[in-house]
């Protein structure tokens, strides 16, 4: 019997792909874990929400920081997810060098209906490996945001986050990395009907 094993790719092979045109530019994949995943299509809500956050965030943020939006950031595992919003430091190239590696991140957010296992199961142990303090998940599915902080690793070599608290869509959450900025959920969550 022959087994055979997916093939992995390091960031470099990953990138060499991507400027050999392996991939479209409309192609929604992640490198993660070195394996190259496809990622779902979006449904109207979560676009809608995204679309909200799109319009509140940058009025947060301003000039406090930089604000993406599906780019990439560069973790060590040979992995470069594009979450849907990040919040990474401002640097003097505007990240031209290079993609923000986890010690620029100050928060990292997905929106989540269909992916919402995918961002808990995967996406929890990657970014608290990284050492990336905050992840937020805005839960379409059960209509709450879900903050996750302080990774951590156990005795076994998992990872996770020691805290995860729920807030409701008609609450206000502080932004972690600036508390005094606060994001009203009200004007992200779509209303129930």
Not at 62 to 78: G, M, Y
Request: with cysteine; proline share 7%; aromatic share 10%.
């Amino acid at each position: 019997m022959t087994i055979t094993q997916a093939k992995r790719f390091t960031l470099d092979e990953y990138h060499k792909l991507t400027e050999l045109g392996f991939f479209h530019e409309d192609d929604h994949i992640e490198l993660i874990y070195g394996e190259i995943i496809q990622m779902a299509s979006k449904g109207t809500a979560h676009s809608t929400c995204l679309r909200n956050l799109l319009r509140e965030l940058p009025k947060l943020v301003e000039e406090r920081a930089t604000l993406q939006c599906q780019d990439p950031i560069f973790i060590p595992s040979n992995s470069q997810p594009e979450p849907d919003f990040t919040i990474v430091k401002n640097r003097s190239d505007n990240y031209l060098s290079a993609h923000p590696s986890p010690d620029d991140v100050l928060l990292v957010m997905e929106v989540a209906d269909s992916s919402l296992g995918y961002d808990r199961d995967v996406k929890i142990p990657l970014y608290a490996q990284a050492g990336i303090s905050d992840y937020w998940i805005f839960n379409l599915f059960d209509n709450h945001l879900e903050c996750y902080s302080e990774p951590y690793q156990d005795n076994h070599d998992k990872y996770g986050y020691l805290n995860r608290r729920i807030v409701l869509p008609n609450q206000v959450v502080a932004l972690p990395c600036f508390p005094d900025l606060s994001l009203e959920l009200s004007k992200v969550f779509l209303p129930k009907s």
